[in-house]
């Protein structure tokens, strides 16, 4: 039988440290739900320690998972690791991951300690974290950049003291793939009890080989645990990306020989999910996610693939879940058939006001939009989870001249709190005259960093706009995304988006901090 390789998602974790990523309790669960229902081995929720609300996001989805792993991160001391215990408790199955930088630029500049101490701390750590959990992974954090004779002796006293997964993170993505994985390979060679403990790589984007390390992690190295991401989200260039090792090694399994759990149809829309929820736009031209990802434009290739699919394609669309782009309801479909909607696509609304919330905007949406796809009821979910929890700001109307010649103007009502406030600004665009005109009134000072307009539907313009705003105010950076079939109002409704994430200050611990 085939080896197993374990696929551990950091999403919640890793990759909700890049900057504007974070997301609400609601919105974790949703994605750790889609996790879930893909399969995922091992699911890291978050880092307990770090925040009170991340806490709460772990607790949660312990309960709520049942078929993978929970896992959440720690630092090398007792506070933190019982706080993760604590988070985890009463889930199905869960997973204490410790983590000490081994450097020794890490170890002299940022924990200033000395060799001996991270060594013993690491000992002591793993052995605290084993009398709270039969499933501890240990990461020496900067492990590629590490001294090997040090970190030999490091990994083998972790594995001694229980350690069941031993990560060797490339905390930095510098490694090159040939290289790092000659580095797990020697290390699984010269530490005597490698063989006691599941090896694992974890590769950072930098220099865009975070998918082919891990993938020479596996292959040259032994590695069966690779760590990753959706779309590859994480702090700067990113994570390893899941959807692409993961159709690395099933697409290629003649070549990598290993066994995956993973339901690859559930991948479309998992990312389409954490793009909608985080507001990181996925590149048109991104492997296996992509919009163009499967589409031929070149009348040769398009001729070729009518002919025989495989002259021009080596993966069929719908095995990677692309094939929601279907009309699923219309204007005159009822509550039942939009709740049995929601079931297929695994969304479970909290309460049934929620759920006649959300109908309440799918009738609006259907009256202007005639044909409603999987993808609208997604993002009708995801505005109605921002609106029902967190929202100071609501957009309530807003008008807009636009003139061939003339210079555009903007009215526009929106909720603050319990106050209404009205404004009208012109601008460059209707768009710039709308963001000036709730500006004119709010003063927010925010800098805005990113400005992007999406097609939610692929192909027509009877598609709902998708726009993302990323604002910067007093070093924090946050993501709004609005949709409507009005790309100026989904761009106010963006803008607000943004603006509330700013009122809800959450303040956590870095991983890499
Ligand atoms: O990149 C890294 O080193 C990490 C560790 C905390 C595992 O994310
Ligand atoms: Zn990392």
């Known amino acids: 039988m085939a080896d197993k390789l374990i696929i551990f998602d950091t999403t919640l974790r890793d990759g909700e440290q890049s900057p504007g990523a974070s997301m609400t309790k609601d919105e974790k669960l949703r994605i750790a739900r889609q996790l879930e229902r893909m399969k995922v081995d091992v699911i890291e929720a978050g880092f307990a320690a770090s925040s009170n609300g991340d806490f709460e996001c772990i607790k949660a989805i312990a309960h709520a998972i049942k078929d993978s792993v929970v896992c959440s991160l720690a630092r090398a001391n007792d506070r933190d690791i019982a706080r993760a215990a604590e988070a985890l408790h009463g889930g199905a199955a ?252 695994g969304i479970e609304l909290d309460s049934e006001a929620e759920v006649n919330a959300t109908f309440a905007k799918f009738k609006e949406l259907a009256d202007r939009k005639s044909d409603i796809f999987d993808e609208d009821i997604l993002a009708l979910v995801m505005d109605e989870s921002v609106t029902s929890q967190h929202e100071h700001y609501r957009l309530l109307s807003l008008s807009q001249a636009s003139e061939t010649g003339k210079r555009p103007h903007a009215k526009v009502a929106f909720l603050a709190g319990a106050t209404q406030r009205e404004a009208e600004s012109d601008g460059n665009g209707p768009v710039d005259a709308s963001v000036k005109a709730i500006e004119s009134v709010l003063h927010s000072g925010a800098e805005m960093l990113l400005y992007s307009v999406n097609a939610i539907t692929s192909g027509s313009t009877e598609s709902q706009g998708e726009v993302t705003i990323r604002l910067q105010l007093g070093g924090r950076v946050v993501n709004g995304v609005g949709a409507d079939p009005d790309i100026v109002v989904a761009s106010a409704k963006a803008y607000l988006s943004a603006l509330n994430k700013l009122e809800s200050k959450v303040e956590r611990v870095s991983a890499q901090g």
Not at 103 to 117: D, N, V
Not at 142 to 165: K, M, N, Q
Not at 247 to 256: G, H, I, P
């Open 94 to 345: 869960t997973r204490i991951h410790v983590f000490i930088a081994t450097s020794a630029l890490h170890m002299e500049k940022k924990l200033r300690m000395t060799p001996e101490q991270v060594y013993e701390q690491a000992k002591l750590s793993v052995r605290f974290a084993r009398k709270l959990s039969g499933d501890v992974e240990f990461s020496p954090e900067d492990g590629y950049r590490s001294d090997p004779d040090f970190l030999c002796r490091v990994i083998e006293a972790a594995i001694h003291e229980g350690a069941t997964t031993i990560n060797v993170p490339d905390t930095v993505g510098y490694a090159i793939p040939e290289l790092y994985g000659g580095f797990i390979k020697s290390l699984r060679e010269r530490i005597p009890n490698s063989d006691k403990a599941v090896w694992s790589v974890h590769c950072h984007n930098d220099l865009g080989m975070a998918v082919a390390n891990s993938l020479a992690g596996v292959q040259l190295g032994g590695a069966r645990q690779i760590e990753c991401t959706i779309n590859g989200l994480g702090e700067r260039a990113g994570n390893c990306s899941l959807e692409e090792v993961v159709m690395a090694l099933r697409t290629r399994r003649d070549y990598f020989g290993l066994e995956l759990g993973i339901d690859t149809t559930q991948i479309v829309p998992a990312s389409r999910l954490v793009s909608q929820t985080t507001g990181f736009v996925v590149q048109p031209n991104k492997a296996i996610v992509g919009a163009n990802a499967f589409a031929h434009a070149s009348g040769i290739h398009q001729d070729g693939v009518l002919k025989a699919r495989d002259t021009y394609e080596i993966m069929r669309a719908e095995d990677v879940g692309w094939s929601t782009n279907k009309i699923v309801l219309g204007k005159l479909s009822g509550r039942n058939a939009f709740r049995q909607r929601l079931q297929e696509l």
